[in-house]
Structures are given as structure tokens and as C-alpha cells.
């Protein structure tokens, strides 16, 4: 299995740390980069899929900027550790300032896509509507009063783990954060502009109600 060279990925991190920042922070994309070099452009666009923020508008402009610049670096170096704990904490601090300017909790595209894959994997022990049948309730009082106050990540863990109960742990993490998404929809909670993920979603707290 072939190995990226420190070097490579210290350059990557280095330059998505900068790239990452100013688009959380709302400001221009740095302009004196040095991309040219494909596996550089690998590297970055790896780690950008790597932390799901490939797809999403905010992360657009650093696409383009990976792919497109081909005017030399200025900037100045740091370890490689340095910059990979620094990226990790621009990411998820990008993650949390969209959360926080979006009431939403899924996409409308997402939460259809779960409905057809909610009648593919969950309706046949749940039902279409959701009400239960073979598999308890997934919309109403007691659905929300079991699973309200936690972190969402906790109810996806239950998903994931325990269905379908033909071959628990079976569905993929994208699929299952689709289903999820739909089982929000159907229990009242708003669509918003970015989708329901690991790094969106894991850590809010469900509420019984929205505002």
C-alpha cells in the first residue's frame, strides 16, 4: 500500500489550515498558494473527503482553490503536527458555525432520499407511517420522550447497531443518516441547508419540540 510522504502531507495540512480558516471566517480565499503539484492536490482533496466537507457550498471555494491556483506559496511553516491538530479544530469548528446559523437539521433533498430508504430497510418491522408494528414506535410522544434531552448521536447508535434486526450494523453510515433524517422530519424537526451527518449532527441535543 502505497504511503503519502510527510512532506506532502505536512504541505496539504499547512495549506488547507489557511484555506479552511478564511472560508470560516468569512473572508477571501488566500491567494499566495502553490498547488501545482498533483499529489499535494490529492492530499488535500483526501483529507477534505476524509472529513465529509466535500459537497457542502461553504467548502467550494476551497475546492476551487485546490484545483485551479498556480501562483507560488509565502506562507510561513509549521510542524506537521501543528498543522493536522490545527486542522482538525478549524474543521469542526466550520461544522459548528454552520450548525449555528442554520436551525435546520437535515436537508429536504435528504430527508426524501430517507423516505425510500426508510421503506427499503425499516418499514416492514415499523411500518410505512412509522406508528410500529414488529419494531416500537419511530414518531409520537413516547418516540420523542425516549430519546429527547441526548445527544442525536445516541439514537444513530441504536440504529446502527441494532437494525436492521435481521443483520444489525449492516446499512452504511450515509444511508442511516438519511433514515434518520426522515424519522426527524416525520417528528416535527425543520429542514435546513446542510445535511445530517457525523460531524453535523452527532453532538446536538434532540429536543421534544422546535421552535
Known amino acids: 500500500m502505497c504511503r503519502t510522504e510527510p512532506s506532502v502531507r505536512f ?7 489557511s484555506l479552511v480558516t478564511a472560508q470560516t471566517l468569512g473572508a477571501a480565499p488566500p491567494v499566495a498558494f502553490q498547488v501545482k503539484h498533483s499529489r499535494v492536490r490529492a492530499e488535500m482533496a483526501r483529507t477534505l473527503r476524509a472529513a465529509n466537507l466535500i459537497g457542502n457550498q461553504g467548502s467550494l471555494a476551497i475546492w476551487n482553490v485546490i484545483m485551479n491556483t498556480e501562483v507560488k506559496s509565502k506562507t510561513m511553516a509549521m510542524p506537521l503536527g501543528v498543522a493536522c491538530s490545527a486542522l482538525v479544530c478549524v474543521i469542526a469548528l466550520s461544522s459548528s458555525v ?4 442554520d436551525n435546520g437539521w437535515y436537508t429536504q433533498d435528504q430527508a426524501t432520499r430517507g423516505h425510500q430508504l426508510f421503506n427499503n430497510f425499516c418499514a416492514q418491522c415499523h411500518r410505512p407511517d412509522l406508528t410500529g408494528a414488529a419494531g416500537p414506535a419511530l ?3 413516547a418516540f420523542l420522550k425516549k430519546w429527547s434531552n441526548k445527544p442525536l448521536g445516541d439514537l444513530f447508535d441504536f440504529e446502527h447497531s441494532k437494525m436492521p434486526a435481521t443483520n444489525p450494523g449492516s446499512v452504511p453510515d450515509d444511508t442511516m443518516w438519511s433514515i434518520t433524517a426522515y424519522i426527524l422530519q416525520k417528528n416535527g424537526l425543520p429542514a435546513g441547508s446542510v445535511a445530517l451527518t457525523q460531524p453535523t449532527g452527532a453532538n446536538r441535543t434532540l429536543k421534544a419540540s422546535e421552535e
Not at 11 to 17: E, I, N
Not at 98 to 101: G, L, Q
Open 11 to 17: 504541505r496539504a495540512a499547512h495549506l488547507l489550515v
Open 98 to 101: 454552520r450548525a449555528a446559523d
Open 139 to 141: 414518531v409520537g410522544d
